[in-house]
């Protein structure tokens, strides 16, 4: 066949092909949405006031909105599983339920329930269990060095420091977490604060029972903060937590807000496929000083 045949068949096909291409167009419907109850309800024994938030999820796909689909008239009680008390949470607006209990007390160690009857008799239930105290004597200090200052390749002070946090005698099945801040002082007293930013917030403890944060990190100085830097310790909080609270939270560190990321799971404890979270914390404020 000519060289010149087979050039002109090839674009008659090619054409056709793209002609087809053109004239189709692929639908594809988005999933089928579910409306599922999503129930939030965080307790600690910091406080015996107990706060339940109840709406529906709404569509991933199609048209959004800012408004929620509130639920409103659901039954909403917490229960102390080990002795039985239960208290009722009243509705007060916008599917927001309360409570200071009459019956139930929030006590560290202590298992409760958390139980939601809907109006058309849908019930679900979740348990957790409240984490013993946070004490922050339990949180030592074993290793810290900060380095001289240095220059970086723009000309900039950097000062270099490691630090290492053990929290001691921590519970089997359960999280910890410092949320702490450094008193650095510079050569004229001036006082500064840094956060100590661990790469695993919250942790639970290894076999002998401790949990070990570690972080090599730096700050920028000069501008009228100068060194050398000296500082005797650091302060803030450390947090005790169940699993379901630390869940939750991993999750909320985990949505970017970029809007092509693929959607981030929710992890949830309650029953029967509703969405949610019923967690417990604790936690206790002061120093801790650099040995």
Known sequence: MNPKNIIQQLIIVLSVFSFASCEQEAEVAPPVFEKKPVIMCLITPQSNFIQADLSYTRPYYGEQTYDKDFIDNALVIIKNVGTGDMDTLKHLFNGNYEVFPKNVQVLNDTKYELLVRLSNGETFTATTTTPPKADL???????????????????????????????????????????????????????????????????????????????????????????????????????????????????????????????????????????????????????????
Do not use: C, H
Not at 220 to 239: C, L, N, Q, R
């Open 137 to 291: 004597n339990k949180l030592k200090i074993t290793y810290f060095d900060l380095q001289d200052s240095r220059e970086d390749e723009w000309g900039e002070q950097v000062n270099d420091y490691s630090l290492e946090f053990i929290y001691e005698g921590l519970k089997e099945g359960f999280f910890v977490s410092p949320q702490m801040y450094g008193v650095f002082n510079d050569k004229n007293g001036q006082e500064y604060e840094i956060e100590a930013f661990f790469k695993e917030p919250m942790l639970s403890a290894d076999a002998s029972g401790n949990a070990k944060f570690f972080i090599r990190d730096y700050f920028y100085s000069g501008w009228g903060i100068d060194p050398p830097f000296t500082i005797e310790k650091y302060k803030g909080a450390v947090y005790t937590m169940d699993k379901p609270y630390r869940d939750f939270y991993n999750v909320r560190f985990q949505d970017d807000g970029n809007p092509f990321a693929e959607p981030v799971l929710f992890l949830s404890n309650l029953s029967e496929g509703a969405l949610g979270v019923f967690g417990s914390y604790d936690f206790d404020q002061g120093e801790v000083l650099i040995p």
